[in-house]
């Protein structure tokens, strides 16, 4: 497989629930990102990984938290969520080393929560 | 920060018709402007991008112009068809490599 993968696609869960996203890439990255993408609001980074640390986290609440044990994967776990984190979660990848760079995204994992 | 910003949020054309999405931002550093495309279920694809050393790129129906001095770069798709409905983001990076993404333009082409 190639490119950025996402699991689930899609996720209901309720509010006392502990899931858990998954993201992998087989571009041979060495950043990872998770973005939240809600109705009628930009993107929002949420956390950046650069040679698996973290090195970006946009005050996310301690209800998300992020995993990245190599390069290639980064896992997002959820725990006592509210519905208004209900969204659309991206993960992206790209290589650094230069300034900007080309993200390539996941197709996202669509979460609901009740 | 950087500050990046979009217009116009909708934008609405017929078949065959132009379409012009503007952006500018604020940070002097950035040197690197990517455009992307979001289609329904999926996550946003690179369709073109442009670097501070270039005015203007081009690919097919797609074209990016870029001034730096005034901070603003726009992207122009000729000839609309059906499929280019989708919503398009722009971003800029360069002071850092995380991008910093415009609010989005959600573009209807009507057949």
């Known amino acids: 497989e190639t490119g950025v993968t996402q699991t689930p696609r899609h996720l209901v869960m309720g509010m006392t629930n502990k899931k858990s996203l998954k993201c992998e890439q087989h571009l041979g990255h060495n950043a990872m990102y998770w973005y939240k993408q809600s109705a009628k609001k930009p993107l929002e980074l949420m956390f950046v990984?650069?040679?698996?640390?973290?090195?970006e986290n946009n005050s996310v609440p301690s209800r998300f938290s992020p995993e990245c044990p190599n390069s290639s994967h980064l896992f997002l776990h959820l725990h006592t969520l509210q519905p208004e984190d209900s969204a659309l979660y991206l993960c992206a990848s790209s290589n650094i080393g230069r300034d900007g760079g080309e993200q390539f995204f996941g197709p996202g994992t669509r979460l609901t929560v009740l | 920060g950087e500050n990046v910003e979009q217009h116009p949020s909708t934008l609405s054309v017929q078949e065959g018709d132009s379409a012009v999405i503007k952006c500018t931002y604020s940070d002097s550093a950035s040197n690197y402007f990517p455009w992307y495309k979001q289609e329904l279920g999926k996550g946003p694809q690179l369709i073109i991008d442009i670097r501070s050393n270039v005015g203007e790129k081009k690919d097919q129906r797609i074209a990016v112009t870029l001034n730096k001095t005034a901070k603003h770069f726009s992207l122009h798709i000729t000839e609309t068809q059906p499929e280019d409905s989708a919503v398009y983001f722009c971003a800029s990076s360069g002071g850092s490599y995380i991008p910093t993404f415009g609010r989005g333009t959600s573009l209807i082409v009507h057949p």
């Open positions: 990984y650069n040679f698996k640390e973290q090195t």
